[in-house]
Each structure stands twice: as structure tokens, then as C-alpha cells.
């Protein structure tokens, strides 16, 4: 298996530009998970998805964040307007509610200028 | 509720030497625990799981965890450090909803040869 793929790897943006950031979860996966790591705050869980339907929001920052899941195979966190605070770097996961183990993607790292 | 609490944000041990990294948690419901390692530049990685079988769990790269519900405690231990172990690693915990996990804000374990 692939794992969890996740584009861009890097992406850089001037303030106020859109950003999307795309992710396709292991196949066979009902759960999906969108982190952000700082190094002031840590690992953050924003949003997760299972079956493909926002279960829990309540990380999402503000509106300027949305998340979603058109399908079991791929999910989109995009940022609008994006500012230079939103730089980090946001991981996908995904798990089967079998075994429960995340598994996470190798992230994208933001920087907004 | 549950939360994590990871004592100790770096640890520096001796190549050889014993690693302990400590993860204290709180939960409402028996837990299920995990340790997770992040190598720079990379996402998070599945280290061991306790799901309520065995307490001792046995992971990968030599490393162990033990399940102490008296002292709601899960530390990481390795016998003997070794340099490619330089990373942080993530303790987290999940609750009523298998499935979401809550992190611990992360230990740096440097290994000096």
C-alpha cells in the first residue's frame, strides 16, 4: 500500500492567496483526519471525516478554513484568504475503525508570506 | 475528558543507555494508547499500541510500553539508545470515539554518541 499521499509537499503563498491542500487516504480507511503542527501549539486535530461525512469541526480555526470529502478516496483542507499565521505544517491520517491506528501522510508544509 | 501529558519536553540520553519518555494520561473511559515518532521532515509514525490486552506492549525498533492503570501512566522505554532514535515522539490517548485521538505536545529525544 501507498499509504497516505498528501500534495503539495511544500507550498508557498503571499497573504491573502487561496490554498488548497489535497490528501488521499489509505484505501479501505473510514476515518480522516486533518492535523496542524507549530511549534508553538503543538499537534492540532482540526477536522475528521468517517465515511467520508465532518464528524468534528471544532479545531477548525475560523472561517477561513474548510474541509471536504467528495469521496472515500480523496479530501481537501483549503484556506481563504490565507494569512502568514496559518503557516505550519498540516497532516492527513487515516484509519479503519477496526484497529483504530492513524496512520499519518508525510504533510505539507505551508509558509505564507 | 481525556488529555495527555508528556513530562519532560527534550531528553538527551547516551548512545547505549537506557531511554525512558514519560506519558501520563487522563481518561474517563479505559483507554487505548498509542506512541507515535517523528523523524525530521516526516509525519508520524506508528511506534506500539495498548488496546486492553497484554499491558507490556512490544513495538517496533526495540522499543516498549507498559500499561499502569494505578498510576494512569504509559512511558516509553528502550533498553539501549541508539543514534538513529533522535526524534520526537508523541504519546496520545483516545477515549469514548476510538477513533480521535488526543496528543501529547511531544518529547525530543536526542541520543549523544
Known amino acids: 500500500d501507498a499509504g497516505v499521499i498528501q500534495s503539495p509537499r511544500h507550498e508557498v503563498t503571499e497573504m491573502g492567496q487561496e490554498v488548497t491542500l489535497r490528501c488521499k487516504p489509505i484505501s479501505g480507511h473510514d476515518y480522516l483526519f486533518w492535523y496542524r503542527q507549530t511549534m508553538m501549539r503543538g499537534l492540532e486535530l482540526l477536522i475528521y471525516f468517517n465515511n467520508n461525512v465532518p464528524i468534528d469541526d471544532s479545531g477548525m480555526p475560523e472561517d477561513r478554513f474548510s474541509a471536504k470529502m467528495p469521496n472515500a478516496s480523496f479530501s481537501t483542507l483549503k484556506i481563504q484568504p490565507s494569512e502568514p499565521r496559518d503557516s505550519a505544517v498540516y497532516f492527513c491520517?487515516?484509519?479503519?475503525?477496526?484497529?483504530?491506528?492513524?496512520?499519518f501522510g508525510p504533510g505539507t508544509r505551508l509558509t505564507v508570506t | 475528558a481525556q488529555s495527555v501529558t508528556q513530562l519532560g519536553s527534550h531528553v538527551s540520553v547516551s548512545e547505549g543507555a537506557l531511554v525512558l519518555l514519560r506519558c501520563n494520561y487522563s481518561s474517563s473511559v479505559p483507554p487505548y494508547l498509542f506512541w507515535y515518532v517523528q523523524y525530521p521532515n516526516q509525519g508520524l509514525q506508528l511506534l506500539l499500541k495498548?488496546?486492553?490486552?497484554?499491558?507490556l506492549v512490544k513495538g517496533i525498533n526495540g522499543f516498549e510500553a507498559e500499561f499502569k492503570k494505578s498510576e494512569t501512566s504509559f512511558h516509553l522505554t528502550k533498553p539501549s539508545a541508539h543514534m538513529s532514535d533522535a526524534a520526537e515522539y508523541f504519546c496520545a490517548v483516545s477515549g469514548y470515539n476510538f477513533n480521535k485521538f488526543y496528543f501529547g505536545s511531544g518529547t525530543k529525544l536526542n541520543v549523544k554518541p
Open positions: 495498548y488496546t486492553s490486552a497484554a499491558t
Open positions: 491520517a487515516s484509519s479503519s475503525q477496526l484497529t483504530y491506528e492513524q496512520y
